[in-house]
């Protein structure tokens, strides 16, 4: 996922209202996004989502999940525990 955006003055600034933008007609990457999902072995699953700020030139690793699962099967095929693990980075996800 990327965003962008774009701005024009009627007038040039004289020195550029940040370090690393143009006068005029600036445009910049605001943000981008890179997500990885899916299983890592077959009880380790993830979610993990990096950005990138484009005004503060800089990347993060925003919201991780991490679960690690066992389920354990009866000797009798009508009931199964499921257990596991849960690390994550924000109480959102």
């Not at 040039?12 to 890592?40: E, K, M, S, Y």
């Not at 989502?49 to 925003?62: A, M, P, Q, R």
């Not at 991490?66 to 693990?85: H, N, T, W």
């Amino acid at each position: 996922m990327i965003r962008g955006s774009s701005t024009h003055t009627q007038e040039g600034q004289p020195v550029g209202a940040v370090a690393r933008f143009w006068n005029n007609n600036g445009t910049i990457d605001d943000n981008a996004a890179i997500f990885l999902v899916g299983r890592i072995t077959p009880n380790i699953g993830a979610f993990m989502e990096g950005t990138y700020d484009g005004v503060e030139n800089k990347g993060v690793l925003d919201n991780s999940d991490i679960r690690f699962q066992i389920i354990s099967k009866s000797p009798y095929d009508f009931c199964r525990l499921v257990y596991g693990i849960n690390l994550n980075s924000s109480v959102r996800i």
